[in-house]
């Protein structure tokens, strides 16, 4: 976790500063990238100072739909054996009704975790919109994600700052484990969900990077990204994105701090069946127009990889090659001559074969005759 940095110099006149910031940014000549990082700074100055921070911001995302999820997704963070975090739930594209009914169970939490709670409406956009909200909203030296349906055990918050503190403002990575679940109707009348397995852990305990690239082995809230990310190196989630933005961060993420590994199990993504979901919601030329994007902006850049990654890499080429020459020789003519020699050899024997099977069939065949 970063320290506050004592400095003897006279103060720097923040205000004055973010008026001029504001000033280069009413250029309209001024690059979109270096627009961004300089609201990055300006967000930064206007934040609280360091020493007062939380641990961690926690984002919520919700639709005000799943109210009884919400429920448990709340008592999982009021359990929390460290407290040193706020929550910023963020409700986006939720009718009047829901709205409501989040707020009651806002106002349902102990006092002491209620004060700590931020609720944002967000309106319009994708799925990362209230996440870039709830970024600008967060004062915490790390933030993290988590939506409504999912659940973190007791040790979330602090097997991250145990980890933060060895980890020297990189990715923070934890164990999750997956459950499937299925939507019901509670003799109530609400709507509830019932339990379809046991928890397993599917994920990799270890992050490899070069692996991710491939596909996303890391739920969203096994992640906590340091401050720095967002308001130094000015990274925001792509709107564009409809899916993926989760991905998409861990990766720009990762290969621009590294990531601190976390080997305890630390929460439960779970996974609907039946019901609406995000792989049910959105189509398979949108997760694909998604992935595209994503690699695309990575393929584009200048990758800082771990170590190791080369010993990784020089395997994945030689399994390529090999695989190359493999095929090559189904492809070319010097499969055919082994192949004729090899079926004139076997052509007498399976002659004869063939000829002993046959009369062993009628001979059964006259045998069964009345």
């Not at 720095?228 to 861990?250: A, H, K």
């Not at 990575?298 to 090659?321: A, C, D, M």
């Amino acid at each position: 976790m970063n320290e506050p940095i004592e400095n003897n110099s006279s103060p720097v006149d923040q205000t004055s500063f973010v008026d001029v910031i504001e000033t280069i940014l009413g250029r309209p000549e001024l690059d979109e990238e270096l627009a961004v990082r300089l609201r990055s700074v300006t967000e930064y100055l206007r934040q609280p100072d360091e020493a007062s921070r939380p641990f961690l911001s926690v984002l919520l995302r919700t639709q005000g739909k799943r109210i009884e999820p919400l429920k448990d997704a709340m008592l999982c963070l009021a359990a929390q054996t460290l407290q040193d975090f706020e929550l910023i739930v963020l409700e986006h594209d939720a009718l009047p009704a829901d709205v409501a009914g989040v707020r009651e169970v806002i106002d349902r939490q102990p006092p002491a975790f209620r004060s700590r709670i931020k609720h944002l409406v967000v309106d319009g956009g994708t799925r990362a919109k209230p996440l870039n909200e709830g970024i600008a909203a967060a004062e915490g030296h790390y933030i993290a994600v988590y939506d409504d349906d999912d659940l973190v055990f007791a040790n979330w918050v602090e097997e991250f700052r145990d980890a933060a503190i060895r980890g020297d403002g990189r990715l923070l990575r934890s164990t999750v484990a997956t459950q499937s679940i299925t939507p019901e109707v509670w003799p109530d009348g609400s709507k509830g969900f019932r339990t379809g397995s046991w928890p397993a852990a599917e994920y990799p305990v270890e992050f490899h990077q070069l692996e991710h690239l491939l596909v996303n082995y890391s739920p969203f809230m096994s992640w906590a990204f340091p401050r720095s990310l967002f308001f130094t190196f000015g990274l925001r989630f792509d709107e564009v994105l409809e899916v993926c933005e989760d991905w998409d961060m861990i990766l720009r993420g990762s290969l621009l701090c590294g990531v601190e590994e976390i080997e305890a199990l630390t929460a439960v993504y779970r996974r609907w069946e039946g019901g609406a979901s995000s792989y049910t919601i959105h189509s398979t030329e949108a997760w694909q127009r998604a992935e595209r994007r994503v690699l695309d902006r990575i393929n584009s850049s200048t990758l800082t990889l771990p170590p190791g990654s080369v010993t990784r890499i020089r395997e994945l080429i030689g399994f390529h090659q090999r695989m190359e020459h493999f095929e090559s020789i189904f492809r070319g003519p010097y499969l055919w001559f082994p192949l004729r020699v090899t079926l004139k050899l076997a052509g007498p024997p399976a002659h004869v074969a063939v000829r002993l099977r046959n009369k062993v069939r009628r001979a059964l065949g006259r045998g069964n005759r009345k």
